[in-house]
Structures are given as C-alpha cells and as structure tokens.
C-alpha cells in the first residue's frame, strides 16, 4: 500500500486547509474500502500524536480533544482518497500531517493507536502562522 498525502501549506492562525490521501497499490485496488484511515501529526521537537481516525465504511470518526470542532476526518472510497478538514487553525496546530492505513482489514469499530495502523504516507507540512 503506497499513501501520498498533500494539501499542506502555511496559513495564518483562523484560516483553513484541507489534507488528502491517496492509496494506491494492489491491496488498496481490491479492498482500499475495507481499511481505516487515520490522521497524526508530529510538531517540531515533539512525538508524534494522534489527530483523528476514520473506520472502513466511514459510519464511525474519532477526533482528537484538541482538534474536536474544529478538525473533520472524511473518505470518498470511490476515489480511495481521506480527508482532513482542518478549519480555525491555530500556530500550536503546525506539524508534519501523516495519513495511515489500518493494518485490519474490516475492523469491527476504530482504531487510534499508532501501532495498529501499517502503512504510512510521507507526510505533509502544515504551517500556521500567528
């Protein structure tokens, strides 16, 4: 599975971006509905950390507290493409974006932890000035 994530920039603080992913490869070609999706970011000098999660059929989202409202995780299995929906940005919210992919196919529910999530994008660079 090959994840390519774009839609990173520089923004001032209150402004709007929205990330994509794509997957592609055989395994995506076949059941790229049938994985999760997730979102994580990682700030200069810090760990990377969960942002938000979507399941395979796009029925469950979870988002992180700290961009709850704010942050919308979505997909569009047609085009095997997920979302991120960031709106009122603030300069705490600048990091590197990564997309991830479940490593369960069909998981019953959602996954936010880091360690289930098996293929991972190169990453997007989101900078939000002040």
């Known amino acids: 599975v090959q994840l390519q994530a774009y839609g990173g920039g520089l923004v001032q603080a209150g402004g709007s971006l929205r990330l994509s992913c794509v997957a592609s490869?055989?395994?995506?070609?076949?059941?790229?509905?049938?994985?999760?999706m997730g979102w994580f970011r990682q700030a200069p000098g810090k760990e990377r950390e969960f942002v938000a999660a979507?399941?395979?059929?796009?029925?469950?989202?979870y988002h992180a507290d700290s961009v709850k409202g704010r942050f919308t995780i979505s997909r569009d299995n047609a085009k095997n493409t997920v979302y991120l929906q960031m709106n009122s940005l603030k300069p705490e919210d600048t990091a590197v974006y990564y997309c991830?992919?479940?490593?369960?196919?069909?998981?019953?529910?959602?996954?936010?932890?880091?360690?289930?999530?098996?293929?991972w994008g190169q990453g997007t660079l989101v900078t939000v000035s002040s």
């Open positions: 979507i399941n395979w059929s796009g029925s469950i989202t």
């Open positions: 991830a992919a479940d490593r369960t196919r069909l998981r019953s529910g959602i996954s936010i932890t880091e360690i289930d999530f098996g293929s």
């Open positions: 490869g055989r395994t995506f070609s076949n059941y790229g509905s049938s994985y999760g």
